[in-house]
């Protein structure tokens, strides 16, 4: 018996010691230096929002090589300088697992070990919030990643935060009127909810605005943020006397909840509407169940027939990875370019020049037309498509899933400020 | 108060109480019978889940995805029998526990390594596609199947442990080792087999929620602790108790969901606890079973 | 199961070692790489840890839920610090141990009747329970899956004067003081005939038993002391980061701090400071090396496991014996 335990004992210690040997950790450099700035990217690699995590990293990875080299869109928007201020931008990409706690411990390791200009990313509102603290605290600039709620400008805004994606909101205002023209105006809705801030501000901005159409809500079925099995809940909402189905799933809950739909028999009985639909959330239910979905996304590829920008950055980021962007990308790409923007005009890559700047709202033209943060709230004033599922046969290509049905102008459907909640805390 | 959302939530307390009773049996078997609680119980269950998928992404075939798995979680069993566990039945339980859940991160963490963090699907084979109607209630075809399988190989161990002769032979190593040596059977071999077979039933379990969960590196640490509860209240060691464990578990899971949704994960602890406190010994257990 | 004699070494010898060491952490974490905001970290978890050590290594009691006192004190602290009900850090950091230790001595009344496997399934209950309910009917405290983002740095008014921690430097000061107090008590208690009863429960619970203690009794102190060390370090865990978060309530939370104890050497007191070092720092130092990074939990598990079965008593465990041996071999 003490032989078999020793040789295991060394055994497993020295493969240990292999594996830790192999990977010696040398001290950590940090990356920023004179002649260089370092951006701290946090992408969901890992959990649940770990597909558009994906292809928000890309679309930081399009825009700093691009800005570094002065090409595409960034070169257009910055008049082909490179860099920044004469600085090349360095960057480093952590995982953050779609959890809070890992994004603040890598986010706070980029400002305090890496010396951070400027930190981003994030794909859900619980990163985003617990990052938007950290900027405040420690007064570095976060540019948000994907985040929905309304909270991250509403009562959780920052001054050291500025948030691009439209919130629930915009995206409820825009969508319900076209969704009451469509489907009428005397539907029964159930809604499916994941219990965290951005589930709860989407279901509720909903509710207001389809109310106000005449819809009645008949229940709202709320689930635990992640959640793999959908039963109790789909029995839940098979079971509840309604004819539409709103999903507030996101990323892989978006698209299991949806899928255990159809086999509760759920999508047969109810049409679906995804009031913001996750960039693979297609991919991942398949062209079938989305065919006549209604929904809205921040940003599709269809909309280069709208803005020659749009067109420039689906070509460079195509190019680049072989596959289209989608909307994570959007955002992380057009942050970037107003954040470069921004420190031209401040002539400083400091936060609080580039904050003042920033707030100033100076509109640039993007991949969707002109964009600008409102200095009340931080919040990007951005137009809302809104988008329908096609048919499989209509599709021209295995990532057409979407007609844009309208382009809402984001000055309409804005959450008028003394409204949300926002007081930003001084510099 | 909806008959009919009340009916449709038990038939799904049934749904998820069949997979929790699978894995809770392979748990009871290995505590009941060896003395031994395995914590790598949900990292085999992950294990089995992950070769099923990879066999079945590459065949198409959900049952020789569904072999894969049996193999995987066996050949695990026996491989952590034969390493480790067989040097620490005479150590104390603290140990044992330790060890468990020491090999439970080393399995799921070689997981991670090998197939990344990622989730993977894994798609309802073509013969579980489809809505059944059951009385009235509209339930997905794959997981009334799921019962019917569960309840199969329940019957199938059932008989194996209590009318056949290896079963005799493994009961009777367990309660008098010394005398079932004397009589010229390999103990320790069928020390090994049982653990093996417990592994084995948490992989097929693994292979058969894959389509109702998200395969990835983490999917066992519920199940593990869900199957916790489970023989707690069935009572360990009991065959019966595992089933009735995990029956009653599924049901609270199902109806605290349509009832009181803010409260249903923390009832079903609630429903451990106090078990352990008023009947330690779970609905079916035997007092005294150390 | 770690049953071996206890010698202290002369206290006021192992107290300035461990103050020498407390100041030159800092340095030695930026030498390694790290910075001071890791040793941080390090000394969270060991404040953790020593409660811990006190139930397992000292009176082996195994609980997989000490993360539901963790969780427990740093939220209540966190609370009351941000909805700034008490600016005052050390008081909401006490109000949040005591509410941890509350917690510890109704679970531990519950739970202390049961030895061995169940003993560990019921602290494992109650654990996933306190992280379920903090999760969802406590939302509005808790802030649920999102937790409590922008608990405000440690800020001590001393009526004279205010210290305030906003620096890395100075959080780590106001922590390590923590620790270091934190020690010294827990060495008080081991070396205690308290602490002496709960050696002989570790050793033999029916001989401490028939000796007349209410080892019952004793347990559920002991139980009760480790969850307010628990409460303690989640206090810290929210002034620190900034943000208090779900994960602190988690089942994971519960499994790393016995692997951190085990791997430094439960039943040595520095044991969980050991182990947290070799933990935190292997995270921190291993995932920029893209190659492995995904592994380091892998390796401290083959460690894990390897010290269990040979090495029980850690990496502490471990060098005391080679001393041992040494001195034995020169005498």
């Known amino acids: 018996m003490a032989d078999s335990r020793r040789t295991f004992l060394t055994t497993s210690l020295g493969a240990a010691g292999a594996l830790a040997a192999s990977g010696f950790p040398f001290p ?56 920044v201020l004469g600085k090349k931008v360095t960057y480093k990409i952590a995982d953050t697992q779609t959890k809070p706690d890992p994004a603040v411990q890598r986010a706070t390791e980029f400002i305090t070990q890496d010396k951070a200009t400027m930190f981003t990313g994030g794909v859900s509102t619980a990163e985003v919030i617990a990052m938007e603290k950290i900027a405040q605290q420690n007064k570095v600039l976060f540019m948000t990643g994907a985040s929905g709620s309304n909270d991250t400008t509403g009562k959780d805004c920052q001054r050291y935060a500025f948030r691009s994606q439209c919130d629930a909101y915009m995206v409820s205002k825009a969508l319900a009127p076209v969704l009451a023209a469509k489907l009428g105006k005397k539907r029964r809705a159930v809604y499916l909810v994941p219990d965290y801030s951005y589930g709860h501000s989407l279901a509720d901005s909903m509710k207001e605005f389809t109310e106000k159409e005449g819809w009645t809500t008949v229940a709202q079925v709320v689930a635990p943020f992640p959640t793999s099995d959908y039963s109790s809940y789909l029995t839940n909402i098979a079971n509840a006397n309604a004819d539409t189905f709103v999903n507030i799933e996101f990323g892989n809950d978006g698209v299991s909840s949806t899928k255990q739909a159809a086999q509760f028999g759920v999508l047969k009985k109810m049409q679906l509407v995804v009031p913001n639909i996750s960039t693979y959330f297609a991919d991942g239910v398949g062209a079938e169940i989305m065919a006549g979905v209604y929904g809205t996304l921040p940003w599709s590829f269809r909309l280069q027939e709208r803005y020659p920008m749009a067109k420039m950055f689906v070509e460079s980021f195509t190019k680049k990875f072989g596959i289209r962007p989608r909307w994570t990308a959007q955002i992380a790409y057009d942050q970037i370019a107003i954040w470069a923007d921004a420190c031209y005009r401040a002539k400083s890559i400091a936060s609080a020049d580039v904050i003042k700047v920033l707030e100033e709202g100076h509109p640039i033209e993007l991949s969707l037309g002109k964009v600008y943060y409102r200095a009340g709230d931080h919040q990007q004033v951005r137009p809302v498509p809104i988008v329908l599922g096609k048919k499989p046969e209509a599709m021209q290509g295995k990532d057409d899933f979407f007609d844009i049905l309208e382009v809402v102008p984001g000055e309409s459907v804005m959450q008028p400020l003394n409204l949300t909640g926002c007081t930003l805390p001084p510099v | 108060m909806d008959l009919h959302l009340i009916a449709a939530q038990l038939l799904n307390g049934v749904a998820l109480g069949a997979i929790l009773a699978l894995v809770a049996l392979g748990l009871t078997i290995v505590f009941g019978l060896l003395g031994f609680v395995n914590f790598a119980h949900g ?18 075939s959900f049952v020789i995805g569904i072999v894969a798995a049996l193999a995987t979680a066996f050949v695990l069993g026996i491989v952590i029998e034969r390493l480790l566990i067989r040097s620490y039945y005479n150590r104390p339980p603290e140990d044992q526990i330790l060890v468990t859940f020491g090999l439970a991160i080393v399995i799921v963490e070689a997981i991670r ?83 093996a077979m417990g592994a084995a039933l948490a992989g097929l379990a693994g292979v058969f929620d894959s389509p109702l969960l998200a395969v990835n590196p983490d999917m066992g640490t519920d199940v593990l602790v869900q199957s916790f509860v489970v023989i707690v209240i069935g009572g360990v060691g009991s065959f019966g108790g595992a089933i009735v464990g995990g029956l009653i578990a599924g049901e609270i899971i199902s109806l605290a969901t349509a009832f009181i949704p803010d409260y ?10 106090f078990v352990l406190i008023v009947r330690p010994q779970g609905l079916f257990g035997v007092v005294g079973r150390s | 199961m770690i049953a071996r004699p206890w010698r202290l070494t002369h206290p006021r010898t192992a107290l300035a070692v461990m103050a020498v060491f407390l100041a030159a952490f800092p340095t030695l974490m930026s030498l390694l790489g790290g910075d001071v905001t890791l040793a941080s970290r390090v000394l969270i978890l060991a404040t953790f840890g020593l409660g811990v050590d006190l139930i397992f290594g000292f009176t082996g009691l195994l609980s997989f839920g000490q993360a539901a006192f963790y969780g427990t004190g740093g939220f209540v602290a966190g609370y009351l610090m941000l909805q700034h009900i008490v600016p005052n850090t050390l008081l909401a950091l006490a109000i949040g141990t005591v509410a941890a230790a509350l917690c510890g001595v109704v679970i531990g009344a519950l739970s202390l009747r049961q030895v061995g496997v169940y003993f560990a399934m019921l602290t494992l209950a109650f654990g996933e329970l306190f992280f379920f309910l903090e999760n969802s009917p406590l939302r509005a405290f808790t802030g649920g899956e999102s937790g409590l983002p922008g608990v405000p740095r440690a800020t001590i008014p001393l009526g004279f004067t205010t210290i305030d921690c906003t620096s890395a430097i100075g959080t780590y000061a106001f922590i390590a003081v923590i620790y270091f107090l ?31 203690h209410d080892t019952l009794r004793y347990k559920l102190v002991a139980f009760t002391i480790a969850a307010a060390y628990a409460g303690m370090a989640g206090g810290l865990l929210g002034v620190f980061q900034g943000y208090m978060p779900p994960d602190a309530f988690g089942i994971d939370t519960s499994g790393e701090i016995i692997v951190v104890t085990v791997i430094g050497g439960a039943g040595t007191l520095i044991g969980p400071l050991v182990g947290a070092f070799v933990w935190i720092y292997l995270q921190h130092a291993l995932q920029n090396v893209s190659a492995i990074a995904g592994i380091w939990k892998l390796i401290l598990g ?8 040979g090495f029980r008593r850690g990496i502490v465990g471990g060098v005391t014996a080679l001393l041992r041996a040494r001195r034995k071999r020169t005498a």
């Open chain 3, 182 to 212: 934190g020690y010294l008590l827990m060495r008080r208690i081991i070396a205690s005939p308290f602490g002496r009863v709960l050696r002989a429960i570790l050793e033999n619970p029916e001989r401490a038993a028939a000796s007349g």
């Open chain 1, 28 to 83: 950590r450099v940090s990356l920023a230096a004179d002649d260089s700035l370092f951006l701290g990217l946090l992408c969901d690699q890992t959990g649940s929002y770990s597909a558009d995590g994906e292809d928000l990293q890309k679309g930081y990875e399009l825009a700093i090589e691009e800005l570094n080299a002065g090409t595409g869109v960034m070169g257009k928007v910055l008049g082909g300088k490179k860099g």
């Open chain 2, 43 to 60: 990292a085999i269950f992950t294990a089995g889940a992950y070769g099923g998928w990879v066999i079945y992404t590459k065949t198409g």
């Open chain 2, 264 to 273: 249903s994960q923390a009832l079903l602890y609630v429903a451990m606890a």
């Open chain 2, 113 to 195: 390594g090998i197939f990344t963090g990622q989730t993977q699907t894994f798609e309802t084979p073509s013969w579980g596609n489809g809505v059944l109607n059951v009385a009235g209630i509209f339930y997905p075809q794959y997981r009334l199947e799921v019962i019917a399988v569960v309840a199969v190989t329940l019957l199938a161990i059932y008989l194996l442990i209590y009318k056949t002769k290896i079963g005799l032979i493994v009961r009777a190593g367990i309660d008098d080792p010394l005398v079932v040596s004397l009589l010229g059977i390999n103990v320790k071999r069928t020390f090994m087999f049982v653990f």
């Open chain 3, 302 to 309: 083959l460690i894990f496991v390897g010290l269990i079965t």
